[in-house]
DNA sequence: CAAAACATTTTACAAATGATAAATAATCAT
DNA sequence: ATGATTATTTATCATTTGTAAAATGTTTTG
């Protein structure tokens, strides 16, 4: 499977690693708009992006929000629910058709006993994650919405593919500002 | 070492490796005031809280802006220097009197290979605070300074002995904003 | 293709927050 | 204690962003 290339680049596995991880991870595609994991779920699933790009919402005040994007060879998990056990208000969805990869947690985490190098990889993955999170803090902490806008449009050309009103909630701020923000550019 | 018992809560360490990390720890007492990292350094230090309270505080424009708080028996890291070996924008202050715990990065990464235990514990610690960035970013994202505000004055009593121009610019507003809105909700 | 559904922009006005400056209040150092 | 320094509040005005509604543009589907 292919998603081992992208796992060795990061950390290297054995061979028996490599094949007990092969056993628990599955490949599928969504169609575009499809719910990848409903809000409400506990997270028990760690997901990452083979091809397309997916997001992280939930609803506050009856708005959609989204709270993450994920493109290639990109982790998506929730992390509140996958490292506590708690229920999410969070849910998962394919923005356009993608493929992802699907590795179930319970089972992710047994391995770790067993195979170092396993738990080794996760725990590089998640700090990698971890190390973006605060990055996105910094950013919505101190900069302007135009200011956080300009940073999105650097960091993938498959931007231009996605909603207009999924980055807004993504910066913080309504569609209507968003609009706002992109007249002013011009 | 006290810290041992709040360890050993998390992640029950063997007496070797309880042993290991004895040797790489060190504690110390901070004035008020006193600057634990300088801004610009690459981090190579975990520290722990036993005692008081820090920051990470880092310059915007030439205002200092209070990125993380850290009260009794947590973490602080400059996660983005630590994790990638980059210096750091950032500094680590001591807002009173306090007592921090201080573990050396790389001898501590060092005995991940040698001691299983450690490197889970840590592990462990930092998917704890991955999960706290994640919910900063909720709040951060949509909720008003107003509901930031109520929403920190509920994590801990200690706030109270904090500077609000410390509070202002880790609740994304200015120290002006934040007066007028304590004068609000009185 | 055309109608329907969905997405984006525009407009007008309201609310929140920023910037600056000045007035008080609290704390610190000698 | 007292003068100096630092912290907080208040006031005024400018800017940004929000809300609501309508106009325009784009995509989907029968």
Redesign the pocket.
Known sequence: MMIFDFFNSINNLSPESQSALAQITIEKTYK?NEVIQNIGSRCKTVYFVKDGCARIFYYKDGNDITEHFSFEHELIVRAESLFTGKPTSKGIQAINKSTIWSIDSESLFKLYDKHHDIERLFRLLFEKEYVNTVKRIESLQFM???ERYAELLQTTDYIQKI???YIASYL????????????DIR
């Open positions: 575009k302007s919405a135009k909603p207009l009103k913080g701020i309504t569609q209507v500002s968003l609009s706002r923000l992109r007249a």
